[in-house]
């Protein structure tokens, strides 16, 4: 395996403590959207202290949150994502697991692994996902462009309803916004891109 595609780690966010990070194997991520009128901050606790949950983000978008799930099984995952959606709050949860990933582990980012940035200091960064759908015979190209673009934390080959996930930290929003206008939306192959802006619950 090439130093660079490596299992994902926690993200940042609310950090299950019954979770085992360094013994997983595998990743998936659940994107899910939260009912009209539920308590917003009930869920993401509920979410948080889920089992195998290790990262958990508000993001603003029609979906309203990016969790990181990781067990020593896929059969457990799927478990996981079964739970999660039929919670009586959630409206609607997208299935990604995690087939193959690479990491910045670039200073000036924060830590990949451990999300060492913290919103709260001076200079933070602006973060936020992006979700990928691109046509088969063009996805090895456009997962190697995104994977090196400037800013990308994670990029994640997943399955599902989408083939990549993108986490990516910049200074600001301009630039964030930037990238996916100018450096991802024009590859060719690619069918849409979605982004979703990370928001920080405890300054709201």
């Known amino acids: 395996m090439d130093e660079n595609q490596v299992k994902i780690m926690p993200d940042k966010g609310q950090i299950n403590k019954n979770a085992s990070p360094q013994e997983a ?3 998936a991520y659940c994107i899910v959207r939260v009912r009209t009128g539920a308590e917003f901050s009930e869920v993401y ?24 799930m990781q067990a020593d099984d896929a059969a457990r ?7 999660i959606k039929t919670l009586e709050d959630v409206e609607e949860a997208l299935y990604l ?14 830590n990949a692994r451990t999300g060492t940035v913290q919103p709260h200091e001076k200079g933070s960064f602006v973060e936020g996902y992006v979700l990928v759908e691109a046509e088969k015979e063009h996805l ?16 994640a080959l997943v399955s599902g309803a989408y083939q990549l ?14 990238v996916l206008t100018e450096k991802i939306r024009p590859m060719l ?5 979605r982004q979703m802006v990370v928001i920080d619950l405890f300054r709201m």
């Open 25 to 27: 194997l595998e990743s």
């Open 45 to 68: 606790r509920r979410l948080c202290a889920m089992r195998d949950v290790v990262g958990c983000d508000a993001v603003h978008d029609d979906y309203h949150l990016v969790v990181l």
């Open 77 to 83: 995952l799927q478990t996981q994502y079964d739970a």
């Open 97 to 110: 697991p995690v087939v193959e990933s690479r990491q910045n582990e670039n200073p000036a980012l924060g």
């Open 140 to 155: 090895s190209k456009v997962y190697l462009h995104c994977s090196q673009l400037e800013g990308i934390v994670t990029c």
């Open 165 to 178: 996930l993108l986490r990516i930290k910049q200074k600001n929003y301009h630039r964030l916004k930037k």
């Open 189 to 193: 192959g690619l069918l849409r891109a």
